[in-house]
């Protein structure tokens, strides 16, 4: 089946079976900073921002996103030029293997566009659900406090937009 949706801006038609989950769909265009950890719903890995929410993309089924607003982290910075979130991350040593920091700036990036001066307590029970098994939290969320004066009380930087849809997902049931 097809799903038209806005994927970072851009209008997307994603090729993709029944059964498939959003977070397969998006990686089968591109988008492979949408990252399969549990596949469970449970580890935090592929949240991306729909309509303005950070949710886990494995345990949405893609057809649920049919005119939805999504947000990869692939709209973020670059490289060169990271969003403010990120760099906060890279300044304050927030990132090891790297493997969940997609899915914790997502749900970063939710929580400072409405919470621009979040306290300690309201990041930590914002990224409760988003597993990290390298860094111990500590950093993250001095990342993220760090992040919200960056982006001065806005919750909202320059976001680079990036990658064309286009594709197909296999019809599974797991996020791969
Ligand atoms: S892969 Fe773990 S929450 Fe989606
Ligand atoms: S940095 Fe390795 S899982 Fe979080």
């Known amino acids: ?57 494995c345990g949405m089924p893609a057809r649920e996103a049919e005119g939805s607003d999504v947000e990869t982290i692939e709209n973020l910075g670059t490289q060169d030029d990271l969003h403010p979130i990120q760099q906060s991350f890279v300044d304050h040593f927030a990132v090891q293997c790297g493997f969940c920091i997609p899915g914790m700036i997502m ?21 409760d659900d988003n597993v990290c098994r390298c860094t111990g939290y500590q950093k993250p969320v001095e990342a993220i406090r760090d992040a919200a004066g960056r982006l001065d009380g806005g919750g909202v930087a320059t976001d680079g937009g990036t990658a064309t849809g286009g594709g197909t997902a296999a019809g599974g049931d797991h996020c791969d």
Do not use: Q
């Not at 498939?20 to 591109?30: C, E, F, M, P």
């Not at 990036?109 to 001066?117: A, G, I, N, V, W």
């Not at 307590?121 to 914002?126: K, T």
């Open 1 to 57: 089946m097809e799903i038209e949706l806005t994927v970072n801006g851009t209008p997307t038609t994603i090729e993709a079976g029944k059964e498939a989950d959003l977070a397969t769909a998006l990686r089968a265009v591109g988008y492979k900073g949408v990252k399969c950890g549990c596949d469970g719903g449970v580890c935090g890995a592929s949240k991306v921002i729909i309509d303005g929410e950070a949710r886990m993309a």
């Open 107 to 127: 749900e970063a990036k939710d929580l400072l566009s409405e919470t621009p001066d979040p306290s300690e307590r309201e990041i930590r029970e914002a990224i």
